[in-house]
């Protein structure tokens, strides 16, 4: 790469959506397609890094010479995730986690009743990762998280950044359909306790560059 910015390095990253079961053909899902954590880790790996990338289901190829560590739902993220964040000097949350999961799974196909026009579905939280990392006191890696949003973008990212206690927070507005979720292209905010940068809309490809890079001066302090 051109830059050896993370050279001697451990980078982890989550990214994708995550799964959660109903019942043994069901689930809970997003619409994350997993492009910028995957961005992040090509990008992070070409700067030096020895990356580990912990993927949701999603269609995409593996970075060359990325650790990819493949999970199904959120707790099983969580479980990869922490033994990464044992590991590394930082950690990037880029996936959709989903924040809810059905409060149990059936064990057979959930079948339809005969005159029942309404069901419901009982949801539980699920851990939150990245916040789960960043408030560590022992073994902390420098940890970035995203925020997406439809309004009040750096407002709410902010209010994240804290209450997470992240390091960094990348803000994306989801609210177009330009940029965000599906797209090839982002638009961000970075935002740390010292300000705000705003980097223009890119390829996530580019973006990604943009971001290790900001992110590899940010750790070091
Ligand atoms: O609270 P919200 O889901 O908007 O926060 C987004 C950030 O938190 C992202 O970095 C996402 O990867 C992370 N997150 C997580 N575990 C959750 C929910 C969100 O790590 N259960």
Do not use: W
């Amino acid at each position: 790469g051109s830059s050896d910015c993370l050279r001697g390095k451990r980078v982890a990253i989550t990214a994708g959506p995550t799964r959660e079961a109903l019942d043994p053909v069901r689930y809970l899902s997003n619409h994350s397609s997993g492009k910028m954590g995957f961005a992040l880790a090509e990008a992070a790996r070409k700067a030096g890094a020895e990356v580990t990338l912990i993927a949701g289901p999603v269609n995409l190829a593996t970075p060359a010479h990325v650790k990819r560590v493949d999970v199904i739902d959120a707790r099983d993220m969580r479980d990869a995730a922490e033994r990464a964040a044992d590991l590394c000097d930082i950690f990037i949350s880029a996936a959709a986690v989903a924040d809810f999961r059905p409060a149990s799974v059936a064990e057979q196909k959930i079948k339809k009743r005969e005159g029942c026009d309404e069901s419901a579905i009982t949801l539980v939280k699920n851990p939150d990762i990245v916040a789960g990392i960043a408030t560590r006191s022992e073994r902390r890696p420098f940890t970035v998280g995203f925020a997406a949003e439809t309004q009040q973008v750096e407002q709410y990212a902010q209010s994240k950044l804290q209450r997470k206690n992240l390091d960094m927070i990348i803000a994306n507005d989801v609210s177009g359909s330009e940029t965000g979720f599906n797209s090839d292209r982002n638009a961000v905010t970075v935002i740390d306790r010292h300000g705000n940068t705003q980097l223009p809309e890119a390829l996530k490809a580019d973006l990604a560059r943009q971001l290790i890079e900001i992110i590899a001066v940010k750790a070091q302090k």
